[in-house]
């Protein structure tokens, strides 16, 4: 079956350092990746999704990495903001499109 | 936010007794799945439901059961509870639009607890 694993379940930064999560996958490569946030008690909101053929994807002050060598995904946020604090998932297709197999999060606390 | 709703927020119920979630789904969106997400755990997919067929379905027992209706809001119905069916459920809708790549649009979900 297809795995995600997301190795540290909490991590704690001071604020503006990089944070930096990784995300492991099982078998074959996904056709992509995703990158969603979630906050206590809320449902998850979508980050980033990088394809497997896409080293690396940018948005403002999120940077993804897909290496399918290592079979890895790295989730980097830089100068972090205690705003930035929540437990960011990493998910993978089963198949095509839809739908996700989650790992179980990495709780990201940044301190002030 | 995201255009996807659940209701109820959050529910108690009694071991035994059957439970009946709503969800509608983002304008534009045909497709939606339901996760299951159990505290410290990644949400868990229980089926996907496109034009109101149901398209994949994940490792959960046939008491849990699901609709989608012509304006493609859905419903997610689980028979019999038990302790363990205590959990965040949440709805995620999707746009199917043939690209192999779409994000999952999710509700704030319900938090179910059964006693």
């Known amino acids: 079956s297809q795995k995600i694993e997301q190795n540290s379940e909490a991590l704690n930064i001071q604020e503006g350092k990089t944070a930096t999560l990784t995300c492991n996958y099982t078998?074959?490569?996904?056709?992509?990746l995703q990158w969603y946030r979630q906050d206590p008690g809320r449902g998850p909101v979508f980050l980033l999704l990088?394809?497997?053929?896409?080293k690396e994807k940018r948005k403002e002050r999120l940077k993804v990495t897909f290496d399918t060598t290592l079979k890895q995904s790295l989730f980097h946020i830089t100068a972090s903001q205690p705003a930035d604090s929540a437990t960011y998932l990493c998910a993978r297709p089963v198949s095509g499109n839809t739908p996700l197999v989650f790992g179980k999060g990495t709780r990201l606390s940044v301190i002030a | 936010e995201t255009g996807v709703t659940q209701s109820p927020t959050h529910l108690i119920k009694t071991r035994g007794q059957q439970v009946t979630l709503r969800c509608s789904s983002q304008s534009g969106h045909n497709t939606v799945s339901w996760y299951q997400q159990a505290l410290g755990q990644g949400p868990q997919f229980i089926f996907q439901y496109y034009r109101e067929e149901e398209n994949g379905r994940g490792n959960f027992p046939p008491r849990f059961s699901g609709l989608q209706f012509p304006n493609y809001s859905s419903e997610l119905n689980v028979n019999a509870l038990e302790l363990d069916d205590s959990a965040l459920y949440l709805c995620?809708?999707?746009?199917?639009?043939?690209?192999?790549?779409?994000?999952?649009?999710f509700g704030q979900g319900t938090r179910l607890t059964v006693v």
């Open positions: 990088i394809r497997e053929n896409e």
């Open positions: 995620a809708s999707s746009p199917k639009t043939g690209r192999s790549n779409t994000e999952a649009f």
């Open positions: 078998n074959y490569s996904p056709a992509y």
